[in-house]
């Protein structure tokens, strides 16, 4: 069974810093990854999608990379601003699994600081 | 600026009623998800459907929750009778099944209270 992980569960930095996000996840056999943001009482926004053969995806201010082989996927984002203060879940679905089911992580609470 | 739709945003009801929920696709959208999001359990998959048709409600307790989609503009999600413990927030999300490898949009969410 696909376990999701991510550490720390909150994280507060002061404006201007580059933000680190981990997930782990414990079968490599991923169809792709998923990232999104939550805002408090919102739905989620997908931030980035990274296929499982790519290693690198970039939007903006956000990249995200992939080692499969490791299990793990970094969320960067750079020179933080109090915008970015929310929940960050990463998300996988199984190749095995019928039909895309996300399978989520507990979610990184972030706070930037002005 | 297409985007998925749920209703109500908000229910607070009284244990033992009827609550239903209702979600809007992405037009073009074929892959409808039901999720539920609590502080103990994070986010949970309910049930899913591809062309209006159930592929996997394993996630759901079957003896008081059931899933449809009436059309391809509509899904629902019922449960009869509510309890206390089903207090969370329903998330519906949509995919174009083979689009953007299988992205998934989510909408806004009904916040459910049991009393």
């Known amino acids: 069974k696909q376990e999701v992980t991510q550490i720390p569960a909150a994280l507060s930095v002061p404006e201007g810093e580059n933000l680190v996000l981990n997930c782990s996840f414990t079968d490599s056999a991923i169809y792709n990854l998923q990232w999104f943001r939550q805002d408090p009482g919102k739905g989620l926004t997908s931030l980035l999608l990274i296929q499982s053969s790519q290693r690198e995806q970039t939007s903006g201010r956000l990249n995200a990379s992939l080692d499969k082989s490791s299990g793990r996927s970094t969320l960067y984002i750079a020179a933080s601003q109090p915008g970015d203060s929310a929940t960050y879940l990463c998300a996988v679905p199984m190749i095995k699994a019928a039909g895309n089911k996300l399978t989520f992580g507990g979610g990184t609470r972030v706070l930037v600081k002005p | 600026d297409a985007r998925v739709t749920q209703t109500p945003r908000h229910k607070v009801t009284e244990m033992g009623q009827e609550v239903t929920m209702r979600c809007q696709p992405i037009l073009g959208h074929n892959t409808v998800f039901w999720y539920r999001q609590t502080m103990m359990q994070g986010l949970e998959l309910l049930a899913y459907?591809?062309?209006?048709?159930?592929?996997?409600d394993s996630g759901m307790p079957k003896d008081r929750f059931s899933a449809e989609m009436p059309d391809a503009t509509l899904a629902t999600l019922k449960i009869q009778p509510s309890e206390p413990r089903d207090s969370a927030v329903y998330f519906c999300a949509s995919v174009k099944w083979g689009f953007r490898y299988n992205e998934q949009f989510f909408g806004p969410g009904t916040r459910l209270t049991v009393l």
């Open positions: 459907f591809r062309n209006r048709a159930p592929l996997d």
